[in-house]
């Protein structure tokens, strides 16, 4: 079997600015910083003759390979990303960065921030609009109720509050 795999539908290409600033601190990392150590590595390992059995050198140049392409995907992301960097008008709907607070039918609640799929960390509430659910919730309203069909059948959840929080960054004046 061969290692092609059928291209991968592209996300959503918003972010929000705290999202693109983690994505840009991450490669100004990557670039600046591991790049250099790792290519001072390879090129000590490189001095001590057989690479073939240098471990240094070999996981060195591996390292090398994944930091070019991670490098080489951010570059290309950030330039086809568009940061939404303001509140919508209409705030009783829900839009991307709207954090979302949804009731199940156990009473359980839970809140969202409805993000680009860059940034995606459900742990930490972070909703990927191009998943089921964000796609139900996008252009709903306060208690408006939504459905989401499960592998344990479907669930409904309501719409209880919706919060648009400023985007100011806190080194911004």
Known sequence: MGRWR????????YITPAGARRLQ????????VERPQVTDVVHEAAKNGDRSENGDYIYGKRRLREIDSRVR?????????TIVDRVPDDKEKV???AYV???DDDDGETTYQIVGPDEFNVKE???SMDSPLARQLLGKR??????????????RYDIVEIEYR???LDNDP
């Open 166 to 168: 400023s985007y100011k």
């Open 95 to 97: 839009f991307f960065g």
């Open 6 to 13: 059928p291209p991968r539908r592209r996300g959503s290409a």
């Open 125 to 127: 509430g972070k909703l």
């Open 73 to 81: 995907f951010l570059t290309k992301r950030l330039d086809e990303l």
């Open 142 to 155: 306060l208690d408006d109720e939504v459905y989401l069909r499960t592998p344990e059948g479907e669930q």
């Open 101 to 103: 607070t949804l009731v």
């Open 25 to 32: 601190e991450e490669l100004t990392h990557l670039w600046k």
